[in-house]
């Protein structure tokens, strides 16, 4: 059996994250806040914030580089009667001669951004598409040494997820390789059914430390306004999981 790409089955995408709804008020509530109109979602994906934002009011676009992805959120958007956007564009070079007074990257969408050379590019791609006034927020994962440098050999038990066509339970396991010189990550998942393997996927990844990220914000055409640790709004601080950056053009 061969590991297959995790962004060219949106079927599948959408049944194992049927529990990930925890961000989507956080999303919701900094839009309202910053009194937002257009929302630019980079790595729009199969619509799972999209469809949230634009139930909410919203005027929405996404950009989002799977080509099957991209047609499945244009089919549930379709079907729901709403109206939006959504590019089919790699977040690196996209140009879609328009701004937007909020851009959103959720659910370590730029961890598949896998160097600081492309990351940089990104950044000032993304400048070029905000409004003004407009903010700037994206969500990492803060690296956790524990979970990377454990044994590649040693698969955890990561997630678990009802088949929607068989309505069997499959459980996702995962493994990982680390290399702490480039912080790409290696990551690979095992489904299985009743201990039966029935698919691999593989993906790879970069751990972005906060510093580097705080250093590659200074770098670009963004300020920091802030950093958010949860989804709850707190601060970002040493035990913090998540990295949340709030950033404006700094003009
Ligand atoms: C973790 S998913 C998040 C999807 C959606 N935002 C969500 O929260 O469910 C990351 C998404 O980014 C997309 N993606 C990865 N690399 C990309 C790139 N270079 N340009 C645009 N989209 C990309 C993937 O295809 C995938 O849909």
């Known amino acids: ?78 079907s729901l009667g709403m109206k939006a956007n959504v590019y089919n564009e790699n977040f690196e070079s996209f140009n879609l001669k328009k701004r937007f007074d909020f851009i959103l990257s959720a659910f370590n969408t730029f961890n598949h951004c896998l160097s600081k050379k492309s990351f940089a590019k990104m950044l000032i791609n993304i400048s070029k598409h905000l409004d003004i006034k407009g903010r700037f927020v994206f969500e990492l994962f803060v690296p956790d040494p524990l979970a990377l440098y454990r044994s590649q050999s040693l698969k955890l038990d990561l997630m678990e997820y009802t088949c929607p066509s068989t309505y069997k339970s499959i459980q996702i396991k995962e493994s990982i390789s680390y290399n702490h010189i480039n912080h790409i990550i290696n990551v690979r998942w095992y489904y299985y059914q009743s201990n039966t393997l029935i698919n691999k996927i593989k993906f790879n990844m970069k751990a972005w430390h906060p510093e580097t990220v705080i250093n590659m ?14 989804y709850d709004g707190g601060d970002f601080n040493s035990q913090s ?5 709030i950033c404006k053009n700094d003009f």
């Open 1 to 78: 059996m061969k590991f297959t790409d995790p962004y060219q089955n949106p079927a599948l995408y959408d049944a194992q994250y049927w529990w990930k709804k925890n961000d989507l008020e956080l999303w919701k509530f900094l839009a309202h806040s910053y009194k937002v109109k257009n929302v630019l979602e980079i790595g729009s994906g199969t619509g799972r914030v999209g469809i949230s934002l634009l139930m909410d009011g919203f005027i929405y676009s996404g950009v989002e580089l799977s080509v099957i992805f991209n047609s499945y959120f244009i089919k549930k958007i379709n």
């Open 217 to 230: 914000i200074d770098n670009s055409p963004f300020i920091i306004e802030k950093i958010i640790g949860d």
């Open 241 to 245: 999981k998540k990295q949340i950056f």
